[in-house]
């Protein structure tokens, strides 16, 4: 049986529908009453989530998918967040913790894991590396990065502390540690 169905869908649908209807309303436009339970199957929305959920299922294995299709799930999980995290201007907002806890903060954090497995560190890592010291004051930095989003986290399904469970991109903190370190000696 798969973990996740059309229920996360219909989910992330709705989200979408009401921030919809709330824009539309700002806007002075009449909103169909319509609800986001009807969403066309070729619809964007369904395309891309059906392709996360099939990866959060295990539907895919890492090693034998081509570099087109991990482009694909990696734009399609960056586009579902975006849609429910961005702003007018474009940018991501903070992702709240309780997200996380949600069938589709889940879902997302399946499939980051997926993506990036190997490219995945510890905050404590992320602080020696970046700053060059594990200490509590660096990991501070490294958590307040997040917050502030210059890293992306993600939550390590198999560590149950939420004080020890994310995990951050390697490569994100490389970049940090250069910019720290702007400019070059």
């Known amino acids: 049986m798969a973990l996740f169905t059309d229920a996360v869908i219909a989910d992330v649908a709705q989200r979408i529908w009401r921030r919809y209807q709330t824009l539309g309303k700002a806007l002075g436009m009449v909103i169909p009453v319509a609800s986001a339970e009807v969403l066309p199957e070729t619809s964007e929305l369904v395309r891309r989530m059906r392709l996360l959920i099939s990866v959060a299922n295990g539907e895919h294995a890492r090693a034998s998918t081509s570099e087109e299709l991990l482009m694909q799930i990696e734009e399609a999980r960056r586009w579902v967040v975006g849609l429910l995290f961005g702003n007018v201007w474009g940018a991501l907002t903070p992702i709240p913790d309780d997200f996380w806890r949600t069938d589709i903060g889940v879902l997302i954090s399946r499939v980051g894991w997926w993506l990036a497995a190997d490219e995945l560190i ?57 910019i720290i370190r702007w400019p070059p000696e």
């Open 122 to 178: 510890t905050i404590s890592n992320a602080a020696a590396l970046a700053f060059g010291e594990n200490t509590q004051a660096n990991r501070m930095r490294i958590a307040r990065a997040i917050e502030n989003g210059t890293l992306e986290w993600y939550l390590d399904p198999s560590v149950a502390n939420p004080q020890q469970n994310r995990r951050v991109l390697r490569p994100q903190v490389e970049r940090l540690r250069e």
